[in-house]
């Protein structure tokens, strides 16, 4: 019993040294991690700075508009800022992307460019195209040009109206033919230099048929090169125009004079943007594909008159169109191909409306 009580004093005594052990062990590891805590500097908060990153990705060309979101303001660490970005949105609403701009990535102004501006970060004009196509020009005016409504990036198809007149196979000239009547045994004779050729007429006359060079032309309208990219409105080489507000009234001076004192320094003229000014014909460069630029240039040389439609930014899909003439209008609508018998006629109202000639002046 002696040595049973006296093996139960000695595990008693262990766990009270081994309990004592545990706690002083506690104490010093908690004091230990409290001066290190009490070693450790607070950190200070990192300054941040809202400034315009893109939203989604933003291909080389594409105008930016807040409506559709593609910018948005977002935090971004002071020490880590470009050297150059934007602080509002408004800043960048409808510029042009002269790269492309992953999403998350800041905006700069060497990223973005103006309305009707050159599109290309480099500087190089061919720098903007999409693989495959060229750029071509054609003159265009008001009305064939949509009113100046197309910008850079916009898409257009050009519609051409074409005269169609019917010739001689052989002269290749307007119908219908001149002839003289030539006695019987003469047909060999030079008849003043013309060139033509005998024919017999339906009496059984023999004449000399030459070209009249006078006749009908028929109208015809086609739907020609479509989804063209707009890539500049006028040429290159004109000068950007820059003029300052107009001269203030006496209240505004007076009122402009208070701010100033007030701020420490005088008020200055604000800068304003110059309207646009076109004359009556422009040059519009368009990008398309290589064939297409053989069909434009085909369709200025034989003359015929262009015109542009402006496309929708989300429609790029091509389309099938009839073409238009005489035949077509008369059946559609159901025109009479019979001269009218009435015995009235339609007098004109009024003269027909047409669009007023805008020249730019020097001063303007």
């Known amino acids: 019993m002696r040595s049973n009580r006296g093996l139960i004093l000695i595990i008693l005594l262990l766990i009270l040294a081994a309990a004592v052990g545990g706690y002083l062990w506690m104490r010093s590891r908690s004091a230990q ?20 990153v893109a939203a989604q990705d933003i ?3 594409q105008r930016i508009t807040v409506e559709d979101m593609a910018v948005v303001l977002q935090k971004w660490p002071k020490e880590a800022l470009p050297l150059e970005y934007f602080s509002t949105t408004e800043e960048v609403d409808q510029k042009f992307a002269r790269m492309d701009i992953a999403r998350g ?15 290309s970060v480099e500087g ?12 071509y020009s054609i003159p265009m005016d008001a ?15 050009v519609i051409a109206a074409i005269q169609l007149v019917t010739v001689d196979p052989e002269f290749q000239s307007i119908l219908p033919n001149k002839f003289i009547s030539l006695p019987a045994g003469e047909e060999e004779e030079v008849l003043n230099g013309d060139y033509g050729r005998f024919e017999a007429l339906p009496n059984g006359q023999n004449a000399f048929v030459y070209q009249s060079g006078t006749g009908i032309p028929n109208l015809a309208v086609v739907m020609t090169v479509q989804n063209a990219i707009v890539w500049r409105v006028g040429t290159w080489s004109e000068p950007a125009v820059e003029v300052t507000a107009e001269a203030p009234t006496d209240e505004e001076q007076a009122a402009g004079g208070l701010l100033g004192a007030a701020g420490g320094q005088e008020a200055q003229a604000t800068p304003v943007a110059a309207p646009v000014l076109r004359g ?11 064939q297409d630029s053989l069909v434009l240039k085909y369709l200025l040389e034989m003359g015929a008159d262009l015109d542009l439609v402006l496309r929708s930014a989300a429609d790029t899909d091509l389309v099938i169109t009839e073409p238009v003439w005489l035949r077509y209008i008369m059946d559609k609508y159901q025109l009479p191909d019979q001269p009218s018998d009435l015995p009235v006629a339609a007098t004109p109202v009024r003269t027909p409306l047409a669009l007023p000639t805008v020249v730019a002046t020097p001063e303007e």
Request: hydrophobic share 40%.
């Open 59 to 61: 291909p080389r060309g």
């Open 143 to 157: 009305q064939g040009a949509v009113a100046w409504a197309p910008m850079p990036g916009d898409r257009v198809d």
């Open 280 to 290: 009556d014909i422009e040059p519009v460069t368009l990008l398309v594909y290589p």
């Open 124 to 135: 190089s004009a061919a720098a903007l195209f999409e693989s495959g196509r060229v750029a």
């Open 33 to 52: 991690n409290a001066s290190e805590s009490e070693a450790t500097p607070t950190q200070p908060p990192i300054e941040m700075v809202e400034i315009v």
């Open 105 to 119: 990535m800041p905006l700069s102004p060497s990223m973005l460019g103006q309305p009707g501006g050159m599109l």
